[in-house]
């Protein structure tokens, strides 16, 4: 392991393990679909995720946690998509 890591990765340890029961659980499904996906790409092999893709994971479930499995950031590009050219998004909803 590289020595400069170290004390990045126990923050991201002590930051999991702070974490609430529900971000937890969430974190380990995202985990396991991202190794289960690395997995597949690489022919059956097994993939290390990297330490700053684990954090994006954790800030992921937090958000799940908060949000629900909702994604903000698809939901913004949503809206942006739908509205483009003056249309309104379906449903009608406009800005005012």
Request: hydrophobic share 35%; aromatic share 4%.
């Amino acid at each position: 392991m590289d020595r400069e890591k170290l004390p990045e990765q126990k923050a991201f340890e002590l930051d999991l393990a702070n974490a609430s029961d529900l971000i937890r659980d969430e974190y380990r499904t995202l985990l396991l679909k991202a190794q289960l996906k690395g997995a597949k790409s690489n022919k059956g092999a097994s993939v290390t995720i990297s330490l700053e893709e684990r954090e994006k994971l954790l800030d992921r479930a937090r958000q799940i946690a908060q949000f629900g499995h909702a994604d903000p950031e698809k939901m913004a590009d949503d809206w942006e998509r739908a509205s483009a050219n003056g249309r309104p998004p379906l449903g009608g909803a406009q800005d005012d």
